[in-house]
């Protein structure tokens, strides 16, 4: 019902009709105030525009506890080991990998941005490095604790992952083709469209392959399965945090039309594919041609 496809993929064509601009934010307002004008209000479009909030989730605040933080991003692990969201993620990454070590005759260069604990990076170096599957896996993030804790768990494990501290909205200050494939779960949604814009063209420019985003999926039922696991996350350890954070992140999760929008605004030569994955994800990928 969130989905709106249709619409957005209209009101996408007369924007890029009426501005020569390649800017999401311009085309957000677009969309918004095409939605504000239509006569008829289409139920998805009355829940859709009442969900849709920028309100700041705790864990984006910089000064906000850090234990706190770390307890949320922890909660994420949990719900991405039980839900088969690495696995998924493996299922993913691993056909890029193989093309790469077919047609380069070399390791696949990937980076993982906005990797908080670093363990879909662990989960990823567990399953492949037992596989025939050759790469290299360094994990990214902002916040240096989840760097330092997750270079530890490297050292404890003995993996060759490196964590290194890489603002994503920084990425184009490195060079060209650094890596091979970049990807992230579950941070898509923290940024804005016109941040995630930066992050999908820094992204394509040091990737000689692709970008892969995975976040959760814009819908009702999603979001209500968010209120009531944060909620009792919440109310077992009694601190409203982690019901805040579900309640705001699933109202912020951008659909898979939006998220390709996005893309073909700001990797415009690129190849994009968008989609709704079970369980609960949606998925964009921005390859190279
Ligand atoms: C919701 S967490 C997701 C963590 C992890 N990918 C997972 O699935 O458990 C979002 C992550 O994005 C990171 N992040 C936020 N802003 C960032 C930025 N500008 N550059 C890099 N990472 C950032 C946060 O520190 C956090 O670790």
């Not at 957005?8 to 390649?22: A, I």
Request: hydrophobic share 40%; with cysteine; net charge positive.
């Amino acid at each position: 019902m969130l989905q709106l496809t249709k619409f957005y993929e209209k009101c996408y064509e007369e924007y890029r009709l009426k501005s020569s601009n390649f800017c999401p934010v311009e085309l957000f307002q677009f969309i918004s105030e095409k939605r504000k004008a239509l006569k008829k209000k289409h139920i998805g479009h009355f829940v859709d525009s009442l969900l849709w909030t920028e309100k700041t989730e705790l864990i984006d605040i910089p000064d906000f506890d850090e234990n706190l933080k770390r307890e949320i991003v922890l909660g994420l692990h949990m719900k991405n080991t039980v839900f088969g969201t690495y696995k998924k993620m493996i299922e993913l990454v691993a056909p890029m990998i193989e093309e790469i070590n077919m047609k380069e005759n070399r390791p696949a260069r990937l980076l993982e941005i906005g990797s908080g604990s670093g363990k879909l990076s662990f989960a990823l170096y567990n399953e492949l490095s037992r596989s025939h599957l050759q790469f290299e896996l360094t994990g990214s993030d902002i916040v240096q604790k989840y760097l330092d804790e997750a270079n530890n768990e490297s050292r404890r494990k003995n993996s060759p992952i490196t964590f290194v501290k890489i603002d994503a909205f920084q990425l184009d200050s490195l060079p060209e083709n650094s890596f091979d494939v970049v990807f992230c779960l579950h941070s898509l949604h923290h940024f804005s469209p016109q941040q995630l814009s930066r992050i999908m063209a820094g992204s394509f420019k040091i990737s000689s392959k692709a970008f892969l985003g995975v976040d959760g999926y814009r819908g009702l039922f999603n979001l209500l399965f968010m209120i009531l696991s944060g909620g009792l996350k919440s109310l077992l350890s009694l601190n409203y945090a982690f019901l805040h954070d579900s309640f705001i992140s699933g109202r912020k999760l951008y659909s898979a039309k939006q998220l390709e929008l996005i893309s073909r605004l700001s990797c415009p030569f690129s190849l994009t594919t968008a989609r709704n994955l079970r369980p609960g994800l949606t998925m964009i990928k921005i390859e190279h041609k």
